[in-house]
Structures are given as C-alpha cells and as structure tokens.
C-alpha cells in the first residue's frame, strides 16, 4: 500500500491550496478514504470522509464548508480542496485508507504540510 | 463524541507493562481504534475493533473493552515502543481522536 500526498506548501490567510493524495498499489476505488491533519506540536484531528464510489462524505464540524473532499478513481488519486484558509488550518495533513468501503483506518499516508501565513 | 484518554503522559521502564485508557461520552460499541506514532512519521494503526491487532503487529500489544471504556496495553516494553498513542471512535461521524499518551522512557 502506497499513498503518497502532495501540494502542500505556504499559503496566505484566505488563500486556496488543493491538496491531492495518490494512491498505488492496492484497489484504490474498492476503499473509502480520510483525511486527517494534526497542528505543530498537536495530537490527531480528522477532517473529511470519502466513500469508495463517492456516493457519502463527511466534515468536521470545525470546518464549516470551507473544505471538500473528492477522488477520481480512474487517477487512483484522492483530493482535498481548501478555501478561505486561516491561521488555524497550519498542520501536516495525512491521508488514510480505510478497510474496504468501511470507516476504520488501515494504512497512512507520510503526510503533506500546509502553512497558512503571511 | 468525546474521546478521553489517561493518563495524558507516562513514564516507564523497559520491560514494564503498561495500560492506557480511553473513555467514550457515549457508547460507541466496538468501533474503537489504537494508533501509534513516533516523532517525524506518520501514524501507525495498531488495534481495530477494540481488540483485534493489525496484521504484522505483535502480540505484545493488546486491547480490550466495549461501550465507553477502552484499554490498550503493552507488554514487555522496548525502546521502539517510546510513543504516542491514539484512540479513535469510528463509531459515528464526526470521526474523534482523543488527545494522545505520550509514553516516554523513564
């Protein structure tokens, strides 16, 4: 299982990044998908849940329709986009499979980091 | 749902067994998972389902509990084993993580 996110980098506050998370060596459309992030120095903090054909998603209250998640399934690629950025959003932000079209987190990605600063 | 875990740090030897604990705001059934990470990596998944091990971990990690209450215990500590560990309730969304025991060599 590989999965290997990217686009992460410095942003102003009220900026735009989107990032993508790729996946290889396993069935990537058959697994649901999460995105978690933990802050500098923070503990974990779940963001977003993708079912394996796109048909449920889920946020964090926190996010307040700032943030979507999506995938392509013929790319094997997962993505999240993120609007109206602030302060708050810095954090190294993880891509996670989950076990078939369940919730449970199986295997990680390394992770993306995502300064918001101007 | 409000995941709580205790004790927020610990101290222990090589060799010593450890507990830690994990309470759930409400019942969350089984769906309750372990993760792992130590500095610089990305989390590992330990324990699914409150007491099933991951494939490829070892046996000397083992949890346990239903409903709100939830260990997770590691026996015959090793220096690899100094980390962070995370519970996680899957149960409902929002998905939660409680806070984190940072397990630290005495």
């Known amino acids: 299982v590989q999965l290997v996110e990217s686009g992460g980098g410095v942003v102003q506050p009220g900026g735009s990044l989107r990032l993508s998370c790729e996946a290889s060596?396993?069935?990537?459309?058959?697994?649901?998908m999460h995105w978690v992030r933990q802050a500098p120095g923070k503990g974990l903090d779940w963001v977003a849940f993708?079912?394996?054909?796109?048909?449920?998603?889920f946020y964090a209250d926190s996010l307040k329709g700032r943030f979507t998640i999506s995938r392509d399934n013929s790319k094997n690629t997962l993505y999240l986009q993120m609007n109206s950025l602030r302060a708050e959003d810095t954090a190294v932000y993880y891509c996670?499979?989950?076990?078939?079209?369940?919730?449970?987190?199986?295997?990680w990605g390394q992770g993306t980091l995502v300064t918001v600063s101007s | 749902i409000q995941m709580t875990q205790s004790p927020s740090s610990l101290s222990a030897s090589v060799g010593d067994r450890v507990t830690i604990t994990c309470r759930a705001s409400?019942?969350?059934?089984?769906?309750l998972a372990w993760f792992q990470q130590k500095p610089g990596e990305a989390p590992k998944s330990l324990i699914y389902?409150?007491?099933t091990l991951q494939t490829g971990v070892p046996s000397k990690f083992s949890g346990s509990g239903s409903g709100t209450e939830f260990t997770l215990t590691i026996s015959s500590l090793q220096p690899d084993d100094f980390a962070i560990y995370y519970c996680?309730?899957?149960?409902?969304?929002?998905?939660?993580f409680g806070q984190g025991t940072r397990l630290e060599i005495k």
């Open positions: 996670a499979r989950t076990y078939g079209s369940g919730s449970r987190i199986d295997y």
């Open positions: 060596e396993f069935a990537f459309s058959i697994h649901s």
């Open positions: 993708i079912r394996f054909d796109g048909s449920d998603k």
């Open positions: 409400q019942g969350i059934s089984n769906f």
């Open positions: 389902s409150a007491s």
């Open positions: 996680q309730q899957y149960y409902t969304y929002p998905i939660t």
